[in-house]
């Protein structure tokens, strides 16, 4: 079935350098995507998201790129701090009347200081 | 504002018990859910509630039950325990069924042995 899946388990980056997360999906019908953060111990927080009719959306410190093309998504967090580090999904979902919110298995980011 | 509120936080149930986890939103969202988190699995979709007074089975719903008991509640019964819904419970709500982020509580760690 269609999924959405992430490229590497685990990335780590120095404080204060960019991260970029990615994230690539399978259904070409999604139009809604979104980026979530999982603290330890703590629910997925909502960070940002994107619909399929824009290629780029900025926030505080992170911006998400969606290439529909090539059905890629990734996050790119500016000056990655030690609070950044977390685990990291994308999920996706169609506008369609059945569809549900899809979860990638998720990415740790950690954070050297 | 509180957001999402689940309890409890922990629970051991033993093969056969059975228990109700609860779920309150503040948001005045339309749509709750409620998903599982198991490790290498990501995060799947039980049951959700497009909006009050509707449920429908999500992706794995065998062995659970659920109650939209008003706009702000939402809970899930766990009728006769087995050691294979031993996972992390996580409810979350959201404005509409579509296009719009889901808002998740901090999780329920429930153990069956």
């Known amino acids: 079935g269609e999924s959405v899946g992430l490229h590497l388990p685990t990335l780590s980056v120095q404080e204060g350098d960019n991260s970029i997360i990615n994230c690539a999906y399978s259904?070409?019908?999604?139009?809604?995507f979104i980026w979530y953060k999982q603290e330890s111990g703590k629910g997925p927080q909502f960070i940002i998201d994107?619909?399929?009719?824009?290629d780029k959306r900025q926030g505080q410190r992170v911006t998400v790129l969606l290439n529909k093309t090539v059905k890629h998504l990734s996050l790119q967090i500016a000056a990655t701090q030690p609070g950044d580090s977390a685990v990291y999904f994308c999920a996706e979902t169609g506008f369609g009347a059945n569809s549900k919110l899809t979860f990638g298995k998720g990415i740790t980011l950690s954070v050297r200081p | 504002n509180a957001g999402v509120t689940q309890t409890p936080k922990f629970q051991v149930l033993k093969t056969g018990q059975s228990m109700t986890l609860q779920c309150a939103q503040d948001?005045?969202?339309?749509?709750m859910y409620w998903y599982r988190q198991d490790p290498g699995m990501g995060l799947r979709l039980i049951y959700y509630?497009?909006?009050?007074?509707?449920?429908d089975k999500g992706e794995v719903p065998n062995g659970y039950n659920v109650s939209r008991l008003n706009k702000r509640e939402f809970s899930l019964r766990l009728e006769s325990a087995a050691p294979s819904q031993t996972s992390v419970y996580f409810c979350?709500?959201?404005?509409?069924?579509?296009?719009?982020?889901?808002?998740f509580g901090n999780g329920t760690r429930l153990t069956v042995t």
């Open positions: 994107i619909r399929s009719n824009m």
């Open positions: 509630s497009a909006s009050e007074g509707t449920t």
């Open positions: 259904n070409s019908a999604s139009d809604y």
């Open positions: 948001m005045n969202h339309n749509s």
């Open positions: 979350a709500s959201s404005e509409s069924p579509r296009g719009s982020p889901l808002h």
